[in-house]
């Protein structure tokens, strides 16, 4: 039996550039922020990207949460909580 998935909408925010909204087919983060920063606009840096991801309706229980990439891959940033973005 097949069920039908429901997109989600995610906040992001990619090296402090503007928010931007994404949708997608997922409701796990790291992939949703792989997949902003393979189809949003945004300044790259010289070596390490930094996205910033939540959905507002379920802040502060879940995130926002903060992700890295670089050539390396994709890493999560652990302990910040937002304040200081």
Do not use: C
């Amino acid at each position: 039996m097949d069920q039908e998935k429901k997109n989600s909408m995610f906040h992001v925010e990619i090296n402090r550039g503007p928010t931007q909204i994404i949708e997608t087919r997922t409701g796990i983060y790291e992939l949703a922020a792989m997949a902003a920063l393979a189809t949003l606009n945004f300044k790259p840096s010289d070596g390490l990207d930094i996205v910033k991801i939540w959905v507002p309706d379920l802040i502060p229980d879940y995130g926002p949460y903060f992700y890295t990439w670089s050539n390396r891959g994709i890493g999560q940033l652990v302990g910040d909580d937002g304040r200081k973005w």
